[in-house]
């Protein structure tokens, strides 16, 4: 560790900032770290580390993401994150920040490994995330305070990403995509990768469809997941004990008007009278928990 690391000055820089350090060796240091050679001597986090005890699933995929990877990656991660799994990412532009995303609006908590000093919010387009993120999980990395994102540190981060990680998953990813580093690290300490399938003639899944090829696990949805983590999926009193819950108010004044002819976004809003940001935010949460489905941009169908 830094001699700096045990002033006085730079513990107090640390609190002043609300920030937490833990070296190895020490009691909250996350065990799944330890067995690497390549660990990092020290991890700096605002919020909180991992729970131990939880599965926690690492989620990337491309910046520049199709329509289709975000929807995906923010249900899937959505419906991990409402059965109690943790979802691990580095808060990039694309996959990252909508898996993110998907977890902050399930209620769930997931992590950021940053390339930068976890003071600084990187993109800062995120900061909204950024601060979500810190309420219910944290924001981690092996750089001090103000050190800047370099280009050098985002491949090094991944390790912890996928170190961190009982399964790593790529939502979508191009052949030579820069999140194919993480699977890479994630092979290299012996973890389980999950891939989601896209389009054979989709550039943008070309990465994705040749993990599968070469024996990466194929992801559907959140319950693939879940399966192999052994992990308990809801039962169906548990899943319409949910279904109940949810659908109050205008919830329910929206689900009654959805069937499973897809309807329009515009069409939905003149029925029920709900603004359109509004029904927008129902009409994802409904996505997150397996009630609904968009079949195609802006349309929406009930799931059966």
């Not at 390549?38 to 690492?58: C, N, Q």
């Not at 090094?156 to 990813?173: H, T, Y």
Request: hydrophobic share 35%; aromatic share 8%; proline share 4%.
């Amino acid at each position: 560790m830094k001699e700096e690391y045990k002033t006085e000055e730079f513990k107090k820089k640390l609190r002043d900032r609300d920030i937490k350090m833990v070296c190895v060796g020490e009691r909250d240091y996350p065990e799944k770290l330890i067995p690497y050679g390549d660990k990092p001597e020290v991890l700096f986090y605002k919020g909180r580390l991992p729970d131990k005890d939880k599965p926690i699933v690492a989620m990337v995929g491309a910046r520049a993401c199709s329509n289709y990877g975000r929807t995906m990656a923010k249900k899937i991660a959505g419906e991990l994150a409402y059965n109690n799994v943790q979802i691990i990412s580095g808060m990039a532009r694309g996959i990252d920040t909508y898996s993110q995303l998907g977890a902050v609006e399930a209620g769930g908590a997931t992590f950021a490994v940053l390339g930068c000093g976890v003071d600084i919010c990187y993109p800062t387009e995120n900061i909204e995330l950024y601060e979500n993120i810190i309420k219910t999980g944290g924001i981690i990395s092996e750089y001090p305070p103000g050190d800047k994102p370099l280009a050098w540190h985002f491949p090094m981060r991944n390790r912890i990403i996928s170190g961190l990680s009982d399964k790593v998953v790529v939502v979508e990813a191009k052949e030579k995509s820069g999140s194919l580093i993480t699977v890479e690290w994630a092979l290299e300490q012996g973890k389980d990768v999950m891939a989601v399938p896209g389009r054979v003639d989709d550039k943008l899944s070309e990465g994705c469809n040749r993990l599968i090829r070469s024996g990466a696990g194929l992801v559907r949805g959140a319950k693939d997941i879940l399966e192999e983590l052994k992990y308990e999926v809801f039962n169906k009193e548990k899943e319409n004990a949910i279904k109940e819950k949810i659908l109050e108010k205008d919830f329910l004044l929206l689900y009654s008007e959805l069937g499973l002819q897809p309807k329009s976004i515009d069409e939905l809003m003149e029925k029920t009278g709900i603004e359109y940001g509004i029904l927008a935010d129902m009409l994802l949460q409904l996505q997150l928990r397996g009630l609904v489905e968009q079949p195609s941009d802006n349309y929406y169908s009930r799931l059966e």
